[in-house]
């Protein structure tokens, strides 16, 4: 079973708009990390946040962090139309770093 | 910049053939993996080689046998194709594999089996 499951797993929005997405997540974890994947394509990192943070930000992004809870969301502000794609967490379990286990990922439609 | 190079991008294939899916970095990374995309159903982990010469089992190895073949390459052989392995398959890697480490994707194939 997957380690990581995001909600919504599908949002639409207006251009200008923001965006939020939500992570939860099974067992204790390193790192937590979103990763964004345009159709057809492969995925790109786009920030890693981890286990002792509770809050990070790069440039129009910001994400949270609460291990109480084991969830995390990533919101991304002023949405652009490019912003358009479908967006993963992804997280490496303290029994082994080396692995990393995704979500099931929210598609995002930013409208124009 | 190539990064990691996959090949094929696309595949078709009747169901009980064999065939390998290749995978190249040249980042220096040590540790690689293979992954699986099923509509709805993210991305799965395969199989992985935290470096070279060892390769352990991600969550869905069944059906499939990869090879660490040097550093740059990691391979992912299907022996007997079945129509359940129809998928986009990603290649992907990380400097040391470390938990604070991001990790690198290639293209993707996308496998059909009928």
């Known amino acids: 079973s997957q380690q990581g499951e995001e909600d919504p797993q599908a949002l639409s929005i207006q251009e200008g708009e923001n965006a939020t997405m939500n992570c939860s997540y099974k067992?204790?974890?390193?790192?937590l990390q979103w990763y964004r994947q345009n159709s057809g394509r492969g995925l790109v990192h786009l920030i890693l946040i981890r286990s002792n943070e509770r809050e990070k930000h790069s440039g129009r992004l910001r994400v949270t962090l609460d291990t109480s809870k084991k969830s995390s969301s990533l919101l991304i502000t002023a949405s652009r139309a490019a912003d358009t794609a479908s967006y993963f967490c992804a997280t490496d379990g303290r029994d082994s770093s080396y692995k990393l286990i995704f979500g099931s990922g929210t598609r995002l439609l930013v409208r124009p | 910049n190539a990064g990691v190079t996959q090949t094929p991008k696309f595949q078709v294939l009747k169901t009980g053939q064999s065939m390998t899916l290749q995978c190249a970095q040249d980042?220096?990374?040590?540790?690689m993996y293979w992954y699986r995309q099923d509509p709805g159903m993210g991305l799965r982990l395969i199989y992985y080689?935290?470096?070279?010469?060892?390769?352990d089992k991600g969550e869905v190895p069944n059906g499939y046998n990869v090879s660490r073949l040097n550093k740059r390459e990691f391979s992912l052989r299907l022996e007997s194709a079945a129509p359940s392995q129809t998928s986009v398959y990603f290649c992907a890697s990380r400097p040391g594999g470390m938990a604070n480490e991001k990790l690198f994707f290639g293209s993707g194939t996308q496998l059909s089996v009928l």
């Open positions: 080689s935290a470096s070279e010469g060892t390769t």
């Open positions: 980042m220096n990374h040590n540790s």
């Open positions: 067992t204790s974890i390193n790192n």
